[in-house]
């Protein structure tokens, strides 16, 4: 626990009389050691995790039974999903009172216990911050729309309508696009997200610091971090030109990351990271490598992290993806980050379809060694990785061939949209299965007991099926489980910081099965195998050595021959080597 008088005290002393003092010349090189680098994140969407009152979802109460499991896992850092007062419009990405908690999951002290749970364990916990909109029942949003004079008008943006229809905005949730009309002030307000999500006016300085004092109130409590959500839209251009004609093909370039946006980010790093020592993480990172250091250098004294969607968006649909280019985007942004700035990476999250499903192989004859090969991936590699819920264990996604059955508000605005495009909307569907976030929202898979273990109610969302056979319980004790795996992974990652700080050096790209690198830091140097494939694959590594000193490998062997190595379907292997 942080003695937070003495610290308060302590701040108000030095951010009363001097500014953060610059960071020395070399600050912000990739090796500088802090504890957001070396962390290893591991997200909970908190209405899936685990329920403890039988209402269906779960709760603070219920990640508290479990703080024991997230500490074996060997993560060192939590990001939970948004759990504020909300309509749940967007679950919860529709905020109606930053301050306030949802009744579902639980009361404030609820909260302090299950923050004090972590930080016993030595592990940060990192809130969701969504803050380029808030919900329409927030009071804010409600005083806005009542009249045009109200003090809170210029809170978001307005179009009167005597004006004429607005200028064309891209919505990310809905096809009629992002102004919506609304007759209490005969005026449209812009929505990037669900119309149930204004944007708030950042261009406002009472929205800035209100936001602000809302991340004070939180980090007085005690949180680390914050993860910033659909940051990079915050500042708008209100003058509100026309867009080119099909411009939304590149919406981050002309939605994302005005000018402005920095100068509010070095404000808010000013008012709450500096005096606080608490980090940042940007949702999204621009669209060029320039962009992304602009969010994240040390010198910038803006965010601290951000994650890119690069590798996201290539693994969209079932038929899947090229291993080269999943080495290319790997490569090409740890190359623009060698020697400054700090990325996250993540293969999966709350708004993906399942790891295995996407970039693994889910039939039953790979699905473990798959999942565990890309854990493999992911904990190796630099940047501070994101593992969500479910996948330390493998879950899958779910089947889920009707419209009828999603309550997600971005697949009904993606349904609504393919409906008025006359699309193939069988073939719709069956993409919207494969890809939906959806898939990634079941809950939790504990046990093989009713529910699995997640509720003893009736779930907010079905549980997927195959709980009988991929749950905590069975792989707990299994030394060759998925879940020992990712233990085993966390591990050499914590004992290793080559596998932190060390430079990437890509083996063989043109490789079709195998990614290979090294990593090299202070006079260690590890070599990381990995078979993409779902057959036997060779690589021959001339010019290296000790390939015996293996440090991870769940198959029983690695098959050597001089040079040439061998890897089983989706063999993974790490050895340290000279
Ligand atoms: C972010 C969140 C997503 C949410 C959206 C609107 O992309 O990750 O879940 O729907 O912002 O807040």
Known sequence: MKNHLGYFLFLLLITSCTPPAPPPADEGATDEQTWWKEGILYQIYPQSFKDSDGDGFGDFRGVLEKLDYVESLGVTMVWMNPFFASPLVDNGYDVADY???????????????????????????????????????????????SSRANPYRDYYHWWPAEKGEPPYRFSFFDPEGAWEYDSLSNAYYLH???????????????????????????????VDGFRMDAFQYASKDTT??????????EVIK?????????DYLKELYREVIAPYGVFAVA??????????????DADRQELQTAYHFDYVSMAKTPDGYALADFKDVFTRWDSAFAEKGWLAIF????????????????????????????????????????TYYGDEIGMTNIDMPNIEEYVDVAAKGEYRAALAAEEDLDEFMRLLNYRSRENSRTPMQWDTTYQAGFTTGDPWKKVNANHQSINVAAQDQD???????????????????????????????????????????????????????DAPASIE?????????????????LQTDGPRLSLEPYQAVICKIE
């Open 541 to 557: 590594l001339n010019a290296m050595a000790g390939f015996e000193n293996i440090v991870i490998n769940y198959y029983p062997s």
């Open 240 to 249: 509100w030109p026309e867009f080119p004609e099909g411009h939304e093909r």
């Open 347 to 386: 293969l999966s999250n709350h708004d993906n379809s399942r790891l295995v499903n996407r970039y693994g192989n889910p039939s039953p004859a790979f699905r473990i060694p798959s999942t565990q090969m890309l854990h493999t991936f992911l904990l190796s590699m630099r940047g501070t990785p994101y």
């Open 283 to 296: 949702e999204g990172a621009g669209s060029t490598f320039q962009d992304a250091h602009d969010l994240v």
């Open 254 to 262: 002309w939605y994302g990351m005005r000018p402005q946006l920095h």
């Open 99 to 145: 301050r306030a908690i949802h009744p579902r999951y639980g009361t404030m002290a609820d909260f302090q216990a299950m923050l004090d749970g972590f930080h016993e364990r030595g592990i940060k916990f990192v809130l969701d911050v969504v803050v380029n909109h808030s919900s329409d029942q927030h009071a804010w949003f409600q005083a806005s729309r």
């Open 479 to 533: 030394p060759a489980s998925i879940l020992n795996h990712f233990r085993a992974m966390t591990k050499v990652r914590r004992e290793n910081p080559v596998l932190v700080y060390g430079r990437y050096e890509l083996i063989q790209r043109e490789h079709p099965d195998i990614y290979a690198f090294t990593r090299s830091w202070e006079g260690d140097k590890m070599l990381v195998l990995l078979n993409f494939s």
């Open 192 to 222: 990037t997200f669900a119309a149930a999500q204004p944007d708030l006016n950042w261009e406002n300085p009472k929205v800035r610091q209100e936001v602000y004092d809302i991340m004070k109130f939180w980090a007085e409590k005690g």
